[in-house]
């Protein structure tokens, strides 16, 4: 069974890009942020106004072509494991154009998180599920 995967859209800014033309390597970072917030925003139907129960613990990303200035991507990221406390994404990050080339893949682990205690929480069941709905078996 194929996994779904949250589609997020990107325009490659001219501010994006470095004296070489290409996406500078931090900005695919930046880019990897906003696809999981839009991606867990969507997912949980929280407004963009209120903090995901979760924050973000590592990331890490490999660049496979170079993007530039006008490119539209599209960040293609599913849940690809869950842990007692965390989760990681996985994002694969296209060219929006025919064939879809891979230009870069990040990944992000996140780990549960009560606010209020400022402590770590247990994967819940229901969110779990909300990505298995979503997305399908991880």
């Avoid at 996994?3 to 290409?22: A, C």
């Avoid at 995901?52 to 539209?72: F, S």
């Amino acid at each position: 069974m194929e996994t779904q995967r949250f589609e997020t859209p990107i325009e490659v800014k001219y501010r994006d890009v470095d004296t070489m033309g290409h996406v500078g390597s931090a900005v695919y970072y930046d880019y990897l942020q906003h696809a999981y917030l839009t991606f867990m925003h969507a997912l949980l139907d929280l407004p963009l106004s209120k903090k995901l129960p979760h924050i973000m613990v590592k990331t890490a990303c490999e660049y496979v072509r170079p993007a530039g200035y006008g490119d539209r991507l599209k960040v293609c990221s599913s849940v690809t494991r869950f842990g007692q406390k965390s989760f990681d994404i996985e994002h694969v990050m296209r060219l929006d154009s025919d064939g879809e080339p891979i230009v870069a893949k990040a990944y992000s682990t996140h780990v549960m998180f009560d606010y209020e205690r400022n402590a770590s929480l247990p994967v819940p069941d229901s969110f779990k599920e909300q990505v298995k709905r979503f997305q399908g078996e991880i």
